[in-house]
């Protein structure tokens, strides 16, 4: 399928999309981004955290790759580095021909974004921080984690009233989730993905 360069891509074109290769994309405003190879970090932390959900949710909830689709301009669809569907959801997903929560489908009980340790410059950090905040809000996701190596904080933003309460979380301060009441987890057992820091 080709797009015209000079023209925004609609959501069913997106799904039709195949450029041959195995590149991911995001849809932002109807225009195709690429996504960039996640540091390994990332991906430990968001394995680990799989492993994590594990005690409280089946493994068929849990889920990395899967899109969803939300709220913008034009077209738009973010793929979270992890994502824990609610009970309806399980229910709705297999009916897509991919594996993408529509927006006519319920909303996720949880996403994560993990902050990349190379994203320095201020669009690409207000891309987790401001944009998908918004957007995630918009879906009705009752809650969204930004975790932020760099920083080293875990921020548990919880919807009330459509719009996100914000709680930071540090060092060995416990990780407190609505969603999963039980979760007995530090900050930095999640910013280190579960492996034990090196004394210095």
Same mark, same amino acid.
């Given at each position: 399928m080709t797009i015209a360069k000079n023209r925004l891509m609609t959501l069913e !074109?997106? %799904?039709d999309y195949d450029d041959g290769t195995d590149t991911a994309? !995001?849809?932002v405003d109807g225009i195709l981004v690429e996504m960039t190879a996640e540091v390994d970090i990332n991906? %430990?932390?968001a394995s680990f955290l799989f492993s994590i959900f594990l005690k409280f949710v089946p493994y068929y909830y849990i889920r990395r790759g899967t899109e969803i689709v939300v709220a913008g301009r034009y077209a +738009?669809?973010?793929i979270p580095d992890l994502m824990v569907l609610a009970e309806e959801g399980v229910a709705a997903l297999p009916s897509n021909k991919r594996s993408m929560v529509m927006f006519d489908m319920p909303a996720p009980a949880l996403v994560v974004e993990v902050v990349s340790s190379s994203d320095t410059n201020k669009a690409s950090r207000g891309r987790d921080y401001t944009r998908k905040k918004i957007e995630y809000a918009q879906r009705g996701i009752p809650e969204y984690w930004i975790i932020d190596?760099?920083?080293s904080v875990v921020l548990v933003l919880? %919807?009330?009233d459509e719009i996100y309460q914000e709680t930071k979380f540090a060092g060995d301060e416990a990780v407190r989730s609505p969603q999963f009441p039980? %979760? +007995?987890l530090s900050a930095s057992q999640i910013l280190n993905a579960g492996m034990a820091q090196s004394k210095e």
């Open positions: !074109e997106y %799904l994309y !995001e849809l991906i %430990l932390i +738009n669809t973010r190596p760099a920083q919880t %919807l009330t039980a %979760l +007995n």
